[in-house]
């Protein structure tokens, strides 16, 4: 059986929190870089990407990025975050069904599941390898490929269907804030928005989110709202 219910997750907010070993990283990855010290205050990683938030960092400091700029960041931000994430032993939470879901999605051979998040690539990679949730993608688009979520959302679609070599009948994309329900709206998505993140339920019905949850601990509900509820096909 083909693969035919494309489902695209955030990461941050949606499946697991790192609990400010993300923010740590970014800072001291500006500073190491740039010797800028920018404590990101005023900034909103909710919803961002790498690449946006290293632009208007360097904007407030009147420097004009290169792509040699980005590429020494990115590089840097990896090597800090593996060092945040790994300086207190409660600095990462999956949240409720997570593993649960992902285990069930991926082995259904209706889906295939990739990502779109505003972290850099070696970044997302971290965090999920380090909650052992990786192994459930099979491609994605990411913070350094785009500024603008909704281009890498769009870059995410074009890798799936490549990859498919076709267009899905089904398309979701799941995350936890308003970017990630304009991302998919921009890409023809039903956008499912959980309130595990810094938005709350009626933040995100606001924002147009064609469904809400809690969370994904619910795992028949979440399966209802994907229409992949019942029994899973045996693979032909």
Known sequence: MRESVLVLFDIDGTLLEVRGAGRRAFSRAIDHCFGWKNELK??????????DLFHKIAAEHGHEPTPDDERKFCNQLAYELK??????GISRTVYPGVPELLEKLSGDPRCLLGLVTGNVESCAWIK???????EHFVLGA???????????????????????GRRFEKLFLIGDTPNDIRAARAIGAT??????????RDDLLAAGADAVLDDLGNLDAVQRVLGLAGDQPKIR
């Open 42 to 51: 005023n900034i909103r990683f909710a919803g961002a990407t790498d690449l």
């Open 83 to 88: 060092i945040a994430i790994g300086e207190d």
């Open 128 to 134: 999920l390898q380090n909650v052992n949730l990786h």
């Open 142 to 164: 990411f913070g350094h490929e785009h500024a603008d979520r909704i281009e890498i959302a769009r870059l995410a679609l074009r890798r799936a269907e490549d990859r498919a």
């Open 191 to 200: 956008a499912i928005a959980v309130a595990t993140g810094a938005f709350r």
